[in-house]
C-alpha cells in the first residue's frame, strides 16, 4: 500500500462523490466510512467526516471538511480509457447533473474536481515516429473537448474527416 494518497475536500458531499467514482471505475471500493464522533465543525454527530475509497488500487480519501472550498484544474485526475467507447461513457457519467467540460479531455464533475479523459492510444499520436503526424495530432487535440480516438488516428494518418 501506497504511504501517499489525495484527499478530496467536500461540504457534505464526500460520500456521494465517493460513490460515483468508484460505480466508474473497475477495481474500486469503498474501504472505510468514519463518522464525526461529535457536534461541531466539521458537521453534526454521526454525519460522514472521511470516506476511504479506492479508485483502480489508488488510495483516496474524500473529508467533508465543513465549509466549502473549490477545487482547481491545478490538481486533476486522469483516467486511461482502452477505446472509444469507455472515453464516452466516462465522460458522460462524470459531467452528469452538472459537470463542466472542457478543453483537450478535461472536465470537472459536478463536485467541481478536474478529471483528464484519455483514451490509451493517445502517446501513440503524440509520440509517434512520424513527427509531422505527431504535430497533426496535436492540433487536432487542441481543438477537441471530449478527445476522439478516430479524429486523433486520422490527424496523425494525414487521412481527412470521413
Known sequence: M?????CLW???EAE????????LVPDSRITKIQRNPIDGP?????????????????????????MK???THAVSFKIDCADQAEVDR???????????????GWLKDR?????QIVPSALPTYLGGSDSAGAKRAMQALLGMVKLDVEGLKRAYEGKSAA
Not at 2 to 6: A, E, Y
Not at 49 to 64: D, H, K, W, Y
Open 90 to 104: 466516462l465522460w458522460d457519467a462524470l459531467l452528469a447533473n452538472g459537470g463542466e467540460p472542457s478543453k483537450c
Open 111 to 115: 463536485f467541481g474536481v478536474s478529471w
Open 2 to 6: 501506497s504511504k501517499i494518497s489525495p
Open 69 to 71: 472550498l473549490e477545487h
Open 16 to 23: 456521494e462523490a465517493a460513490n460515483l467514482y468508484v460505480s
Open 10 to 12: 467536500f461540504n457534505g
Open 42 to 66: 466539521p458537521g453534526q454527530a454521526g454525519t460522514v467526516l472521511v470516506v476511504e475509497f479506492t479508485l483502480a488500487g489508488q488510495s483516496f480519501m474524500a473529508l467533508n471538511g465543513g
